[in-house]
């Protein structure tokens, strides 16, 4: 495995149910990232981990539940969401320091509340 | 504050051409860092460059060169020859050193849709 992955690509979910997303990657980084990209707005960060601590909370909705037990793996748990809610929801990692501090993306999952 | 435009919303060209996407930043300091993106159907975004504030050479890679000029605050992104398969979304994107220690953050512009036709 290389880079940034992302689990499940695709995930269709009533406003009731409990889903978890899961990012993992695999390049040795200390920070990790979920951003939000949905069809009307531009990319927006949503969280950020560094060395496994939430550093950044962009005012995101209670409903949307952030956990990183390790500085590889991030999770974003889901419940009660919106039909607004529904977006491609993209993690990365950097790594926090040094010169080369460019985030890695994975490939994302497309998330459809009905 | 910090801020970054993409004044072209899409762009279509037919293959072979050249074509250049804006990007134009604010920041009110002196060190930062700028990065360009491209986001193909599949959703990935697949980083391209970065570009140190102090570093103003101009960078050529293939096909793909960077025109960075501080006196304008722009950070131009040039595709030569272009081909379908660059076609995509690009993102240009600002990074402020000072939130190191803390959260590092990028402040993303709106994107430039590129269709390459044959």
Aim: hydrophobic fraction near 30%.
């Amino acid at each position: 495995e290389t880079g940034v992955t992302q689990t499940p690509r695709h995930l269709v979910m009533g406003m009731t149910n409990k889903k978890s997303l899961k990012c993992e990657q695999h390049l040795g980084h200390n920070a990790m990232y979920w951003y939000k990209q949905s069809a009307k707005k531009p990319l927006e960060l949503m969280f950020v981990y560094n060395f496994k601590e939430q550093t950044e909370n962009n005012s995101v909705p209670s409903r949307f539940s952030p956990e990183c037990p390790n500085s590889s793996h991030l999770f974003l748990h889901l419940h009660t969401l919106q039909p607004e809610d529904s977006a491609l929801y993209l993690c990365a990692s950097s790594q926090v320091g040094g010169d080369h501090n460019e985030q890695f993306f994975g490939p994302g999952t497309r998330l459809t509340v009905l | 504050a910090q801020k970054v435009t993409q004044a072209q919303t899409e762009i279509s060209v037919v293959e072979k051409e050249d074509v250049t996407l804006d990007c134009v930043y604010e920041t009110r300091d002196t060190t930062y860092y700028l990065f360009w993106y491209k986001q193909p159907p599949s959703g990935e975004l697949v980083f391209l460059i970065r570009r140190n504030s102090f570093d103003e050479q101009n960078e050529i890679s293939g096909r793909y060169s960077w025109n960075f000029q501080k006196s304008t605050s722009s950070f131009n992104f040039t595709i030569t020859a272009s081909q379908v398969v660059d076609s995509a979304v690009y993102f240009c994107a600002l990074r402020n050193p000072r939130d190191q220690g803390g959260s590092e953050k990028l402040v993303f512009g709106k994107g430039t849709k590129l269709t390459v036709n044959p």
